[in-house]
């Protein structure tokens, strides 16, 4: 199946209706990355890669662009379109000049979500500041927490991540800097990120940082390990709360269930469109059909044809099943 360098609508607790942007070719592996994250959505990554200097399937500037001038006049409603996708965007040195260009065709606000392990280089902090919005992970203020969740490739600097996205939130481009705080659980007991100690060190830490936004939120689809779970609501929130009484309410955000928001868009290949949104992430059948704004009763038999030909499959999480990828 043909691989979509721009995806489809992505309906997104935080950021309203999105069209996704991936800039590392699938070809190169669907999981490819500088993390092997214990709460990814698409599985344990396969091939580590050290810099954007070992990334060997690059998508260039003129595919995006050329992809996206044709894609994203089908779409209505769109509120940022959104440099992500399978792999750390961050990754192609030609993200700027990409982001650049998408601007000057539909003039739609632009976030890049990245797991931030490059923000120490300042060619990729250049690169992320042509963004209106940077969305950086960032799960703990500790060393041995932080290599724990994110199991980093070699030469990933926790400190050196923590000063470069200082220096992010310092430029003075006119974009936000969102942090990402995602909280977790062991079904071991063995503690993660969500307790009294670490949330007190990641208020110092972030209070260092100083950045426009910050998201609390927990995992919602099957992790990589099993035994990595959401924390509970109340914890959320009661972190949540602590947060706001040290940077204000305008600040923080508590990412639950966001709203559901209207768009209109033109089906080209529903195959292709289902299959490029599994690889990018997990979906339920309800997320599925609303993510791509179409009848539910005609995604049943695209779902049927791609199990039967062994290209997604079902998975499980403890309370609903997800579509994924293979």
């Known amino acids: 199946m043909k691989s979509r360098i721009v995806y489809g609508p992505i309906l997104s607790r935080r950021l309203g209706r999105s069209l996704g942007v991936d800039v590392i070719k699938n070809t190169c592996s669907k999981k490819n990355c500088n993390y092997d994250c214990i709460y990814c959505q698409l599985g344990h990554v396969e091939l580590k890669l050290r810099s954007p200097e070992d990334v060997k399937e690059l998508v ?3 595919e995006v662009l050329e992809s996206f001038q044709k894609f994203y006049k089908d779409i209505e409603g769109l509120d940022y379109v959104t440099f992500s996708g399978t792999c750390e965007p961050s990754l192609n040195l030609s993200l700027g000049k ?4 998408v601007r000057k065709i539909s003039g739609i606000p632009i976030c890049v979500i990245t797991n931030s392990s490059l923000v120490g280089r300042e060619d990729v902090r250049k690169n992320l500041a042509q963004a209106d919005l940077v969305v950086a992970t960032l799960v703990s203020g500790n060393e041995n927490t932080w290599r724990r969740i994110h199991r980093p490739a070699p030469g990933v ?3 050196e991540i923590i000063e470069g996205l200082r220096e992010l939130a310092k430029a003075d481009s006119g974009r936000r800097l969102a942090l990402e705080v ?3 659980e062991s079904e071991t007991g063995e503690p993660l990120n969500s307790t009294d100690e670490e949330v007190e060190s990641l208020i110092k830490t972030i209070r260092y940082i100083c950045p426009d936004e910050i998201e609390v939120l927990t ?3 099957p992790p990589a390990e ?3 779970k959401p924390i509970s609501e109340e914890r959320l929130r009661e972190i949540a709360k602590r947060f706001v009484s040290e940077f204000g309410d305008e600040k923080v955000r508590l990412v639950l269930k966001g709203k559901k928001k209207k768009v209109m868009v033109l089906h080209r290949d529903l195959d292709e469109e289902v299959y490029a949104l599994l690889l990018r992430r997990p979906c339920t059948f309800e997320q599925t059909w609303q993510g791509l704004s179409m009848n539910p009763e005609s995604l049943r038999p ?3 044809k791609l199990l039967g030909e062994g290209k997604i499959d079902k998975i499980g ?3 609903e099943e997800y579509y994924r990828a293979n």
């Open 226 to 228: 099993k035994w990595v």
């Open 157 to 159: 600097d926790l400190q």
């Open 317 to 319: 999480s403890e309370t």
């Open 98 to 101: 990409m982001i650049r260009g």
């Open 60 to 62: 260039t500037s003129n």
């Open 182 to 184: 995602m909280f977790l």
């Open 219 to 221: 995992i919602s689809r």
């Open 302 to 304: 695209v779902l049927e």
